[in-house]
């Protein structure tokens, strides 16, 4: 039923602890959030995305290394005056938005414990309320905004609901699955999940993507898992013991990912974004052409 006291989630967690060691050595000593796509670190398009769904609170579950994240966001009176003097005044406007863009905290992860862990370290921030949850190794381009497109499943069915997209049977087992049943066109009511599973074992080939509306209830699941494939806390477990107190929903997103946790979908994200920018478009199509490479 949907709920009249509803309210807009306004609280997004990025886990940002890991230790980036398929980027290695570019990740040696910049965390991969920091590393450049496009025009921007990485984390910075996740956060653009959490502030254009509506959310003006973020937490960084942060790690060892990761100090450049929060000098990032905080604000850089000396460069910005720096700017203005030399009169970049756009540019030093473009800077002074940054820290800006919404309030942040940041909760230390002391080791890569899991996805399931990071989140508990979220938990003072989120106190009772939904929230969203961002992997910003997932870039998304999408309007409404994958986490709107999530919040529109809440409002309707109050409750957590996840982001899923269908998957290569071979590419199951890189992803929490769900088994679920389709209650409208492309929403599915979830009815158990499993991390990671072999092929012959999925039950179904929807795969959990980077971006979750989750109920605060999801803590005391979290509380009680042990560890789970990989040997780390898993959310998809919590997320199976949620399900025994409260409904799950999944919504087949429209959109398109860009999967920057790997180098080959970092470089494909680079061409498409760069593609879908009138600024840039060109550029990409002659290099390719100047380079001679016969496509
Ligand atoms: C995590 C989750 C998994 C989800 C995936 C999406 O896995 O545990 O359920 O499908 O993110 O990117 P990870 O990529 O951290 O191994």
Redesign the pocket.
Known sequence: MPDASFKPVRKAVFPVAGLGTRFLPATKDVPKEMMTLIDRPLIHHGVDEAVKSGCSEIMFVTGQGKESIRRYFEPSAELVSVLRERGKNELAEKIDRIHRLARFEYSYQEKPLG?GHAVLCAEKFCKDEYFGLI?P??VMIAEPTVLCQLEAVRKKYNSSVLCVEKVAECDVRR??IIDAEETEDGVFRVKGLV?KPEPEKAPSNL????RYLLSPSIFECLRKITPGAGGEY???DALSLLLEKEPVYAVLYKGTRLDC?VKEGWIKATVIKALNDPQLRDIVIEAVKESGIHI
């Open positions: 996805l992997l190794d997932d992803y929490g991390e795969a959990i993507m980077g898993q959310l998809t946790g």
